[in-house]
T-cell receptor, first 113, second 108 residues
Framework: NAGVTQTPKFQVLKTGQSMTLQCAQD?????MYWYRQDPGMGLRLIYY???????DKGEVPNGYNVSRLNKREFSLRLESAAPSQTSVYFC????????????FGPGTRLTVT | QKEVEQNSGPLSVPEGAIASLNCTYS??????FFWYRQYSGKSPELIMS????GDKEDGRFTAQLNKASQYVSLLIRDSQPSDSATYLC????????FGPGTRLSVLP
């Protein structure tokens, strides 16, 4: 099992450009999450999906959109990147049968210039 | 906004000692509590989950939960240099909230 995979690993964007971060899990989990991690700020929830076909905002959703394409895949889109979106982005998945223990992907390091 | 607080550290302990990491949370409705370890440049790795009051042991790790005091702790016995990392406390109530993390340094 690969667990949770994310692409790309690194990305540099110019202000105003758009991009989509991809996430996939092979653990048959219902719930998936997108976080950003900034120095001194910890992990902050951007969006989550409790099941296929549903998405909800987290703590910091502004400037982002998400799509739960199917049970395996959950993508995060930046429509018009801003320097404030420079961060490390983590995707995670969890099973409600295991108390929502979250398992994380390797992360995407995004720089917006 | 529901909060999770941790001492930022760094917490330094000698090799072989017990490291004690603490976490408090504000959402009284929280039901699930987790400790993650994160090495520099890597993703968080789940090390312990606890759901009811009391202690839960797994190898050198013991998680302690006191819902009345809204307090979760993690003890690491016989600390090793490889335990040097940032430890994140996470609480699942209305939503998933992570604390800022405590940096642990185990000195050889």
């Amino acid at each position: 099992n690969a667990g949770v995979t994310q692409t790309p690993k690194f990305q540099v964007l110019k202000t105003g450009q758009s991009m989509t971060l991809q996430c996939a899990q092979d653990m048959n989990h219902n719930s998936m999450y997108w976080y950003r991690q900034d120095p001194g700020m910890g992990l902050r929830l951007i969006y989550y999906s409790a099941s296929e076909g549903t998405t909800d905002k987290g703590e910091v959703p502004n400037g982002y959109n998400v799509s739960r394409l199917n049970k395996r895949e959950f993508s995060l889109r930046l429509e018009s990147a801003a320097p404030s979106q420079t961060s490390v982005y983590f995707c995670a998945s969890a099973s409600d049968r295991r108390g929502y223990e979250q398992y994380f992907g390797p992360g995407t390091r995004l720089t917006v210039t | 906004q529901k909060e999770v607080e941790q001492n930022s550290g760094p917490l330094s302990v000698p090799e072989g000692a017990i490291a004690s990491l603490n976490c408090t949370y504000s959402d009284r409705g929280s039901q699930s509590f987790f400790w993650y370890r994160q090495y520099s440049g890597k993703s968080p790795e789940l090390i312990m989950s606890i759901y009811s009051n009391g202690d839960k042991e797994d190898g050198r790790f013991t998680a302690q939960l006191n819902k009345a005091s809204q307090y979760v702790s993690l003890l690491i016995r016989d600390s090793q240099p490889s335990d040097s990392a940032t430890y994140l406390c996470a609480v699942h109530g209305q939503n998933f909230v992570f604390g800022p993390g405590t940096r642990l340094s185990v000195l050889p």
